[in-house]
């Protein structure tokens, strides 16, 4: 490979060590002894791809980068396109994650079958000391977006008697938050859901996508699942705002 040298506006594109060292004695503040170019050599011969900086004074570096570039013009229309292509990863990124808010948001009033996995903090009888047990909880309701969904599944359960004040909530946009839309009219929407992981001629939205309840209609609970646990109610009326 060969290797990139800068150290503030001075920069070349060196083939071999003698270029390098070459170009270095150029300047007037870096003194090249033989530290110095082993120190380059063991660098260039070395498997590591990472940048490389020699220190000159108390804040000064000589930045050496290898490269497949055979010129400097060809180095810095590659370096460019890196980091063009690096800005574009963060754009692609912060727009998935702009989706996902919004798809949380997006209003559709009707029946939601959603899921939420929390860390429920449960007392050991025989030594009085609490853990966090994963804990799912499962419900179908009504609600207006996926995220109206998720706030009156949290809001139901920080209410409950049975669930510590301690216990931890995920995020409504994490994975261990799945919902699906069933339907306007839950009488039509009986056996049309599927879990996220079914598939069929007519998929359902994905655990991504869920959808909202609204909040002044009858809620069915379904149940939740523990580890040695208390059972939560199956009272439909404790959850009905």
């Not at 503040?29 to 050599?41: K, L």
């Amino acid at each position: 490979m060969n290797l990139y040298v800068r150290y503030f506006d001075n920069e070349t594109l060196a083939t071999n060590i003698d270029e390098v060292i070459t170009f270095l004695k150029t300047i007037n503040e870096i003194h090249v002894d033989d530290n110095v170019i082993g120190r380059i050599i063991n660098f260039a011969e070395s498997d590591g791809t990472y940048p490389f900086r020699l220190k000159v004074s108390y804040s000064n570096y000589i930045l050496f980068l290898k490269t497949e570039a055979q010129t400097l013009d060809e180095f810095k229309y590659l370096e460019q396109q890196r980091k063009e292509h690096r800005v574009d990863g963060r754009m692609l990124m912060s727009e998935r994650k702009k989706t996902i808010l919004e798809t949380l948001n997006e209003p559709h009033h009707g029946w939601y079958d959603a899921t939420i996995i929390f860390k429920r903090v449960v007392q050991n009888p025989a030594t009085g000391k609490c853990k966090y047990v994963d804990t799912r909880f499962r419900v179908r309701l009504i609600a207006d977006s996926a995220m109206h969904c998720y706030e009156r599944i949290i809001d139901h359960l920080k209410n409950r008697q049975d669930v510590d004040s301690r216990s931890q909530f995920p995020s409504a946009k994490s994975a261990s938050y799945e919902y699906l839309f069933l339907d306007s009219d839950k009488e039509n929407s009986k056996g049309n859901a599927t879990t996220p992981s079914q598939t069929d001629d007519n998929p359902q939205p994905s655990s991504l996508n869920s959808l909202p309840i609204s909040i002044n209609e009858a809620v069915s609970e379904i149940g939740l699942d523990t580890q040695g646990s208390l059972a939560f109610s199956d009272d439909a009326s404790e959850f009905a705002s």
